[in-house]
């Protein structure tokens, strides 16, 4: 396929019991995905994410999810993510599984996966109890010196789901501000979503191939989906709807609050379109920022 | 002048970054004192960012580490892997500004759960990057509220090392950084002796046995026991009209 | 200091018996700092680089080095590298160790010194006779599943040498085209010189942070120096001088040919700029690509 | 119509690379091969440079594969980590064209020494990265002209590992790759049976007993031995008008 519907990507890419990493810290959040996978139904999925955030919240809440790998679990610079915590703390709507890093931990797992490698080393949990509570992460003995160094095993999602400014028709990918992890966790994955703002034509990735961060050799489906990563960010071409970022808070207290927002939001929309439609013009016009270009450079012309 | 607990802590948090060059910073309170820091005693400072951000430029104050305005006009943004690698592990970094749900008298932190693992009270965010910049940063200041509830005789959880069970247990571990060097709180200022907390000086009003009264063990005090100095008019107004306009972190 | 000149730059940071890594794959091989360090005199250098390409040939038949640590030995495109060939199979001008790895090797050692890691794991070297010869090639087993895993240990040089297009005043450097092992080697060295074509305002660089490859904060020294990447070439700035790297093979065929063009073009020249007036303007011209432009993105201005 | 071994080689080379999506490649003959398979037998293959470049899309036959043409309007360019990383050990790439100054029956190769390491009597280029793509690249090819200096019955040096002894010995190590499936000279093509290289197929006009003579050991032949189809005139014109008009790589 490559270009396709949202539709069309999870349909065919994700599946019950599937191994999913929807990532992007803070920025370019596939929220579209997120809402369409809950709208499809599915179950027992294993989702994987440096930090959870509302997108996983809501998964969690819409019963999508058997298990959580990640390493920070809140609501960035608002608090709790509440429907994790119902799920955790007292099972609601079921039991969820956590399996616990650290942010580096989850960095080196997709860098394992990305590289091939059998395990990543890292200076961290020395002394730590998440070892204790997390059998993955061991400890090797350096061949130089016998020093012992942590280690965390290859992370290989059966699917990643990155979003980005643009890519081509051939998943040719480009990202700029925060990068996360998204370059890692795409090498990682068995197979790829790519979600932009923009399809662009072929030359304008070429124009520039030091920012292309994901080749569409490893891309399964494009999918174009603008503000698809909604209430998070996507430089230079939204802010961040904290504003809504709070509001999740109230909402998410209780479980009616939640399912009210999920039917409205989510079950009751029949995909992203309709979301950029409800949620009105007057809240992109809030969140368009001014404009801020890189400027160009030469790469040059060699005949 | 008038001035909050908050502010006093952060001010004090201000000050004790004079003279550093590079500190990993998060958002609230220890944003807000690096800023400060930055605008008073320490002009050199660089905030490095967890989001991967170096020479943020801010043209509002960031609401999140992630903040888009952190990127825009920054000198670099790199991925959550060189952030990690070259930055913190590789050992750029000086000091970071840490806090957690609990800390013990090692300065050891919980961020994790309060309650048993398995079936929490409260299930917390957990670790973050705070584990492996507890272990690899040069010096961690612990920047957090002074309570019975948070400073306690000992943790649900440890997520992120500080002296552990005392002097020399990191150093045998081979962790690069030193760990805690200074607790900095509403109320009062703790160094470390022997990899244990100690008390340094009091807030101005603030007396010895408030200060017991909410901590979870025994202190150990230092003599002559100081008293920090109160905010200057100068750092009062930098706080209020500059960093905090709208007094989200004045309480 | 940070801004200062090559003669500055290397008296400074390049002492007798440093190991020095000048980097850049095919490109931006700063033969600037090289020549310089030649006509410093400098002696007993560890060269690393994963390909010594003419810059360490010559540094070779200078005298420079005892030591050569890389991955190809060779003339790329061309064949031999005949000065280095005579120091390892006839000790002229003097016997030269050599420490040999693969390129993976190599950049699997820039890693581990840049990322503080006591080795870095790779699939290599199985079954080849390299760790026979080179015992700082060693093998560890996995923690997951018992797997052996070859592993190289951290390559921490006193210098790095480093060539880019622009850098400002701090040292904030930004690099296009090949990035070869540029940024790991930075992070990994000791100090850092950066060495390159423009220095231009702050502005220039904060407009794209995404295109930052070095920041200043470890950078020791920025060394404005046009054309100092020639003979390899800088992307949108000049050509590679593939006649040069031609008549090289028959320069350094004999001594007497190496050393004639040592002094004319290196020991006779009293800096970069004097290399650049006698090779004339007519070399230039030939060898300045036309444009190429990247286009501009759109950051963001976020009040 | 007259062509030279070389050019059979180059396009018997471009001829095997039939259905494949990424291929390895460097400078010469083997980038030759590449672009002529790319118009004519695989029109999908994918050119990855050791460099670091992906999606090329050069003005001009580049002259290293360091060349500067190779990244102006190329879909991608990384960094060396990414591409040793991501896209070889990361298990991206299928094909490799490798050669070496000597290979031996099971298709180890020699890219080292001639003589003694310590002392030897040529001192070649070393691995660069053939050590590592010949372990983790999907499949070997070995694209080099046939002779008795280079096709020997015991290396000087094992540079880039082959089948090693034999059948097995690869899996036994846990190589991710399968290692040399076919071998392209200027005088015949040989594939492996039990990780030994076996004849397979002569030039037009070339005989065993050439082949033969141009090899260190008794080359084990494959019943009945083919013969390959000589250049097509379409080939040729590709070849000698759009890929090599100095006509560099033709003798």
């Known amino acids: ?94 039991p969820l599984e956590l399996e616990e890093y650290s942010h580096f931990g989850m960095v080196g797992r997709y860098l394992a996966g990305a590289w091939g490698l059998p395990f990543f080393p890292l200076r961290s949990y020395l002394g730590s109890d998440l070892p204790r509570v ?115 808070d109230e909402i998410s207290r209780d479980e009616a609050g939640t399912w009210g927002w999920l039917e409205e939001w989510v079950y009751g929309l029949p995909d992203r379109k309709a979301y950029v439609e409800k949620m009105g013009a007057e809240v992109w016009e809030r969140l368009r920022p001014g404009e801020a270009w890189s400027g160009a450079v030469n790469y040059g012309a060699y005949r | 002048m008038e001035y909050t607990p908050t502010e006093m802590m952060i001010v004090a948090a201000a000050r004790a970054l004079a003279g550093v060059r590079t500190v990993f910073v998060g958002v609230g309170p220890p944003n807000i004192a690096c800023n400060l820091a930055r605008r008073t005693v320490a002009p050199q400072l660089e905030l490095i960012y967890e989001s991967g951000v170096f020479g943020a430029r801010p043209a509002r104050m960031p609401l999140s580490i992630g903040d888009p305005a952190l990127v825009s006009g920054a000198t670099m943004v790199c991925s959550q892997a060189d952030l990690f690698g070259l930055y913190l592990q ?34 917390l965010p957990g670790s973050g990057g705070a584990c492996e910049i507890a272990i690899n940063v040069g010096r961690v200041f612990i920047m957090m509220p002074l309570s019975r509830r948070s400073f306690v005789e000992r943790l649900d959880f440890l997520t992120s090392p500080g002296h552990l069970g005392g002097r020399g247990e990191r150093s045998a571990l081979g962790m690069p950084g030193r760990g805690p060097e200074r607790v900095i709180t509403d109320k009062c200022l703790l160094g470390f002796e022997g990899g244990e907390m100690v008390l340094e000086r009091l807030h101005p009003g603030v007396t010895l046995e408030e200060v017991q009264a909410a901590v979870g063990w025994k202190l150990r005090l230092s003599s002559p026991m100081g008293t920090t100095e109160p905010p200057t008019v100068e750092e009062l107004r930098i706080l209020r009209e500059e960093l905090d306009p709208q007094g989200v972190y004045r309480r």
């Open chain 1, 134 to 248: 997390n059998p993955h992460i061991r400890f090797v003995k350096s061949p130089y010196g016998g020093e012992e160094i942590a280690t965390v095993p290859p992370l290989r999602p059966d699917v990643a789901i990155l979003h980005a400014q643009r890519a081509d028709v051939h998943g040719n990918t480009q990202l700029w501000g925060l990068l996360g992890v998204q370059k890692e966790a795409a090498f990682a994955a068995r197979h790829v979503i790519v979600v932009v703002e923009e399809i662009v034509d072929e030359e304008v990735i070429r124009a520039d191939p030091n920012r292309t961060l994901i080749p569409g050799l490893i891309v399964d489906a494009v999918v174009c989906e603008p503000y698809g990563a909604h209430p998070s960010y996507v430089q230079g071409y939204y802010d961040r709807d904290n504003a809504f970022y709070l509001r999740w």
């Open chain 1, 1 to 94: 396929m490559k270009l396709t519907s949202m539709r069309e990507a999870i349909a065919t890419y994700v599946h019950d019991g599937d191994t999913v990493a929807i990532e992007g810290f803070t920025a370019c959040i596939s929220f579209a995905a997120g809402h369409e996978i809950i709208r499809q139904g599915r179950r027992d999925l294993v989702l994987c994410r440096m930090t959870p955030d509302l997108i996983y919240d809501q998964m969690v809440a819409a019963g999508c999810a058997r298990k959580l790998v990640f390493s920070y679990l809140g609501n960035p610079g608002v608090g709790s993510l509440h429907a994790i915590r119902r799920a955790v703390e007292r099972g609601i709507p079921a």
């Open chain 2, 90 to 123: 590789g050992g750029r970094l000086e000091v970071a500004l840490l806090a957690g749900a609990q800390v013990d008298r090692f300065g050891n932190l919980n961020t994790t759960v309060i309650g048993d693992y398995a079936h929490p009270k409260v299930r």
